[in-house]
T-cell receptor, first 114, second 113 residues
Framework: GQQLNQSPQSMFIQEGEDVSMNCTSS?????WLWYKQDPGEGPVLLIA?????ELTSNGRLTAQFGITRKDSFLNISASIPSDVGIYFC??????????????FGKGTHLIIQP | DAGVIQSPRHEVTEMGQEVTLRCKPI?????LFWYRQTMMRGLELLIY????????DSGMPEDRFSAKMPNASFSTLKIQPSEPRDSAVYFC???????????FGPGTRLTVL
């Protein structure tokens, strides 16, 4: 099946630092989404990208849909303690029969050191 | 506005027992998805419905798993008989027509002893 390669697997940063993570695939996706998951909770949608080359911001978060449609990245500026969690990229593609469900990356575990 | 509701939040059962997980999607959403999350395999799509009709169940692990959506506001995922390897967090998500954003419930943590 389709695979999303998400990196890095984990990040240890200082409060105030910027964060960058990305997802790549061998397949084209029509939509890229970024989610954050806190312990014991479901993933919460951060940003949705629908167009190749699209750059979208949500507060301190910025995400881009790669031109090739095979990658996406997420940046977090000036990290704060509540940014701690697991970030997932997800892609959705449209096959002949309609849209498929989401394919998820393995996640980037963000840890912020005081 | 209520989000996706799942019950129970936690389920502990013994191998061989039947398990039923429940989901109420966001009102007005046309799509409903069931996912499973484990440390080893991450988040995996099991099945999804469009307007209560199952569209793709290729992710359902085996015949022990079944899912139904009798109406627009309710879906169940059933495992019978359950096995220890079914232990995972099961998420339900819904999305509106013509949008790909999926909204997840809080999940059901299933432990099969």
């Amino acid at each position: 099946g389709q695979q999303l390669n998400q990196s890095p697997q984990s990040m240890f940063i200082q409060e105030g630092e910027d964060v960058s993570m990305n997802c790549t695939s061998s397949s084209i996706f029509n939509t890229w989404l970024w989610y954050k998951q806190d312990p014991g909770e479901g993933p919460v949608l951060l940003i949705a990208l629908y167009k190749a080359g699209e750059l979208t911001s949500n507060g301190r978060l910025t995400a881009q849909f790669g031109i090739t449609r095979k990658d996406s990245f997420l940046n977090i500026s000036a990290s704060i303690p509540s940014d701690v969690g697991i970030y997932f990229c997800a892609g959705r593609r449209y096959s002949g029969g309609g849209a498929d469900g989401l394919t998820f990356g393995k996640g980037t575990h963000l840890i912020i050191q005081p | 506005d209520a989000g996706v509701i799942q019950s129970p939040r936690h389920e502990v059962t013994e191998m061989g027992q039947e398990v039923t997980l429940r989901c109420k999607p966001i009102s007005g959403h046309d799509y409903l998805f069931w996912y499973r999350q484990t440390m080893m395999r991450g988040l995996e799509l099991l099945i999804y419905f469009n307007n209560n009709v199952p569209i793709d169940d290729s992710g359902m692990p085996e015949d022990r798993f079944s899912a139904k959506m009798p109406n627009a506001s309710f879906s169940t995922l059933k495992i019978q008989p359950s096995e220890p390897r079914d232990s995972a967090v099961y998420f339900c998500a819904s999305s509106p027509l013509f949008r790909d954003e999926q909204f997840f419930g809080p999940g059901t943590r299933l432990t099969v002893l």
